[in-house]
């Protein structure tokens, strides 16, 4: 390299602080390594290695679009050129110069524009050991650790999206248009040219999209492949089952909101009751069940979501018991935050590896403010009006949409939309305490899960709190019956 070039990479590098340089070294993970880059400490030490490579040839056109890339444009200037010199010249010579990938530059994008508090909610998702994930590891740590772990590659970005679109969708729009426009040779295509393939993978038609709509904008027929529809019902003994042969079945994941820090709600006595319960309930049939105690809506998202990206393929279901306050379609955390029924099932749609698998939602909270059929606790303040029976509710002002569920889900409700659900402060709620009895026995049985949960209705409507009645409620898109046993 000639003395000039050499005096003027030192200066560049001289004007680099440590945050530009570490920016530089992950644009530069594909053409040098990661691993040589664990040597490289400044600038110099990475122009170097550039040089070595090859890259610094070209009127060093390599190093003007890394500082393009960075927005150093002053030290552009030390090139003897400018933002838009720069900028036109890779519009130019887009098919004949190989300078940083679009999915180098577009993973940049993101880190440049990460907040430090939507990190901390990205580490808290992304599915790596804890110890990749400590307090001092920036965004470019933990994307570099995810492609080492082929959670993210070139061409597999949607793991990336999912988790931005829990924690900043206008970073996960950013993912999108690079998945909708990448093209084979990793570049954007030509404006006009940018068509995708017409087939869908079963895990694209569970990514939470609407289908018809799909099929329609793509300029698709939907067609059924079935017979001609008849008014004659399936024999039961013709219905399949569920496959349940995983040991253990699946993950378990209670969330029990006991203390609410908002001013408006009262703790929910008797809910470890529940909790408990559940937990030894699921334990015998063969489910790992991990606990989450008192979340804020926020955290109840990201807790969601985190088990959501995990590898579910070695297991046959996946079950998730919530216990809380409630309102007409939706859930309360303890800081009083609204998390809506869509929200809880939702993100297991975009899972691959629970496509086919039953989901079961078992939900304790109220779904309004209406009364079956005289007065009890209401979890509002100012009311006492029994000291046993409490509401999981406040009174909503509003009515709330219905929940629409995808393939393989079951929502099991502790009472009807518009309507409160009932707690007893010592022995837990009336529709957690009557589905632990019934799915106990039931499953010794070997019953499934609708009649168990038929049962479960029948039971609790029979009840009469102090004068009120209680209605549960399942809404299922089950295909298959399912049967869990104790064995």
Request: net charge negative.
């Amino acid at each position: 390299m000639e003395e000039n070039n050499l005096q003027l990479l030192y200066d560049i590098d001289d004007g680099l602080d440590s945050e530009e340089v570490a920016s530089l070294k992950f644009l530069c993970s594909d053409v040098l390594g990661r691993k040589p880059l664990q040597k490289v400490n400044d600038g110099r030490d990475l122009f170097m290695r550039l040089n070595e490579k090859g890259h610094m040839e070209d009127d060093m056109m390599f190093l003007k679009e890394l500082l393009y890339t960075i927005k150093r444009y002053d030290l552009l200037k030390m090139m003897k050129t400018t933002e838009q010199e720069v900028c036109s010249s890779l519009q130019m010579h887009s098919n004949s110069y190989g300078g940083l990938s679009t999915y180098r530059k577009m993973l940049f994008d993101i880190a440049d524009n990460m907040t430090s508090e939507k990190l901390n909610s990205f580490k808290f998702l992304v599915n790596l050991p804890r110890g990749k994930l400590e307090a001092s590891a920036t965004i470019f740590d933990v994307l570099t650790e995810m492609e080492k772990q082929q959670q993210l590659t070139e061409d597999n970005v949607e793991h990336l999206e999912r988790i931005l679109n829990q924690c900043d969708k206008d970073l996960a729009r950013k993912v999108e248009k690079y998945r909708l426009n990448k093209t084979g040779d990793g570049r954007w295509p030509e404006y006009g040219n940018s068509l995708h393939s017409e087939s869908m993978s079963i895990a694209e038609m569970h990514r939470g999209e609407d289908y018809e709509d799909r099929f329609r904008n793509r300029g698709l027929s939907v067609v059924s492949d079935a017979g001609p529809v008849t008014n004659e019902i399936t024999k039961e003994e013709d219905v399949e089952s569920y496959t349940m042969n995983s040991r253990p079945r699946g993950y378990c994941l209670i969330i029990n909101n006991y203390r609410f820090s908002h001013p408006e709600y009262r703790h929910r006595d008797g809910t470890e009751k529940d909790a408990e319960d559940l937990r030894r309930l699921f334990e015998r049939l063969q489910f790992m069940v991990e606990d989450q105690t008192d979340l804020s809506g926020h955290d109840m998202r990201m807790v969601l979501e985190k088990y959501a990206t995990l590898d579910h393929s070695a297991y046959n279901a996946l079950v998730v018991c919530v216990l809380s306050h409630g309102l007409e379609g939706k859930v309360l955390g303890v800081d009083g935050e609204e998390v809506s029924i869509k929200q809880l099932y939702r993100p297991f749609a975009h899972c691959p590896t629970l496509v086919g698998k039953p989901k079961l939602f078992f939900i304790q909270a109220c779904q309004g403010a209406a009364l079956q059929t005289g007065h009890l606790l209401e979890d509002g303040p100012n009311q006492q009006l029994d000291e046993l029976l409490e509401e999981d509710a406040l009174n909503p002002l509003v009515n709330k949409p219905s929940v629409a569920v995808e393939a393989d889900v079951l929502i099991g409700m502790s009472t009807v939309e518009e309507f409160k659900s009932f707690r007893h402060t010592m022995t837990g709620s009336i529709y957690i305490q009557a589905l632990c009895k019934a799915l106990e026995t039931g499953c010794q049985r070997k019953e499934d899960l609708h009649t168990i949960l038929t049962r479960v209705n029948n039971d609790v409507s029979k009840g009469v709190f102090n004068n009120w009645k209680q209605m549960p409620q399942q809404k299922s898109t089950l295909r298959k019956k399912l049967v869990l046993t104790m064995d």
